[in-house]
């Protein structure tokens, strides 16, 4: 979610050392100091910042393809497709719509036969990817599938149970646009790539924000066009966002959203509505105290899972995906901040490294709380979700209370 304006950026700029007043000429007699101990310490120093100097100059940074660490957005169809045809009665993937440039928005639906769209089961949307270079997310979203179909094909009955009662929606990557031209090498790209006039084409200013695009408070979003959190012209005005939002509204595959979560990085938390903080504070009271309450042990629990804290963000964001989803489907919606790097953003080399691990361990410890998360929510502790047998039997319990009742009125 995070950001920086250039401004900010020039202000984070190390400044050149100040010189000392006077003139230095007359400063001739330099007494040298005694043989200082440190002075092996400091033969192992130099090559040390030497090796870092050609390092900087020779431009070297942490890339998504240098790192090779990341599924690339030209694999999510052929993973996606392979995880279908091996799991045909458990996964079934949906295309939802097509970015600007004409590339598949994709979703991995897994529940127990998923074509029967059975209304009783609750939907849980796990996506990632909104920011093209907050590439952890997408991983962290594409192993949350792979946990939940290997659990259910080993026989876990968890996740048999989880899977029979339970309809899982996975989107990796809600912008593809974007995410190729990170792909590409350009790590600081967070928009998608709809070029409106007063943007620059392939360029970081060029596109819309797409988690400022949804209608929660749109209007106070930016309407700056070449910022890197521009809203857009209008509400839901790009490709990627409005297929998510009809996709929602299908009711042949959506009719009760329970919860979901959007995958982010640039910070490490758990935002539950409303996120921003001004919003929270002014418009908290909107919410009723039960669902503030759920959301608050919800946050709790996940904050055991991963470590992360639950504060909101120091800046306030309007327009976002999950509080949209909050507002307009009463589900328990939520951001989770995946990951940040700690290091400067001085230039786009920095980027990629600050918004994603660059190594293996890293990676995985990443993912592993993401997929934690997933499963608390998806389990019983979290939401109880009756099994497909007790509805059958309270149905007909209810069948029977009806014919009771009927004869009691018709004697
Ligand atoms: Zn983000």
Redesign the pocket.
């Known amino acids: ?2 950001y920086r304006n250039s401004l900010q950026r020039a202000t984070l700029r190390p400044t050149s050392p100040q010189r000392a007043p006077g003139n230095h000429l007359h400063a001739m007699v330099i007494p040298w100091p005694a043989p200082p101990a440190f002075f092996p310490l400091l033969r192992l120093l130099v090559p040390f910042l030497l090796f870092w100097l050609m390092l900087a100059a020779s431009g070297w940074a942490y890339t998504f393809q240098n790192t090779g660490l990341y599924q690339s957005y030209n694999n999510l169809s052929a993973w996606a497709n392979t995880l279908q045809s091996q799991n045909p009665n458990l996964v079934r993937v949906v295309q939802y719509g097509t970015s600007y440039q004409g590339n598949p928005l994709l979703a991995v639906n897994i529940t127990v036969d998923p074509a029967a769209d059975n209304p009783n089961k609750p939907e849980f949307l796990f996506a990632g990817g ?2 093209a270079r ?1 590439v952890i ?1 997408s991983e962290a979203a594409l192993k949350i599938a792979e946990n939940l179909v290997n659990g259910y094909r080993n026989g876990d009955p968890l996740y048999q149970n989880m899977l029979s009662t339970r309809d899982v929606w996975i989107i990796p990557q809600q912008n593809p646009d974007g995410r190729l031209a990170v792909e590409a090498g350009r790590s600081d790209h ?1 928009k998608n790539m709809h070029l409106y006039p007063g943007q620059i084409a392939n360029h970081v200013t060029c596109g819309v924000d797409l ?1 400022r695009n949804y209608p929660h408070l749109w209007n106070l979003a930016s309407d700056y066009v070449p910022h890197e959190t521009y809203r857009g012209p209008s509400v839901l005005s790009e490709p990627e966002a409005y297929s998510l939002w009809n996709l929602l509204h299908d009711q042949s595959k959506f009719s009760n959203l329970l919860a979901s979560v959007d995958f ?3 910070a490490t938390t758990i935002l539950t509505p409303w996120s921003s903080p001004t919003d929270y504070a002014q418009h908290q009271n909107q919410i009723p105290l039960a669902v503030r309450n759920k959301f608050a042990s919800l946050a709790a629990a996940l904050q055991q899972k991963t470590g992360f804290p639950t504060d909101r963000l120091t800046y306030d964001y309007y327009g976002t995906e999950s509080d949209s989803l909050f507002e307009e489907f009463d589900s328990y919606s939520m951001t989770i ?1 995946l990951y940040n790097g700690g290091n400067p953003l001085y230039n786009v080399d920095d980027y990629f490294q600050y918004f994603n691990p660059v190594d293996a361990a890293a990676r995985d410890a990443t993912v592993k709380k993401a997929v934690d998360s997933a499963l608390y929510l998806l389990s019983d502790a979290a939401f109880a979700v009756p099994e497909p047998a007790t509805l059958v039997l309270l149905a007909a319990a209810g069948l029977i209370l009806l014919a009771l009742v009927r004869r009691r009125r018709n004697p």
Do not use: A, F, T
């Open positions: 979610m995070r909104i920011h907050e997310g967070r988690n982010h990085s640039g901040e």
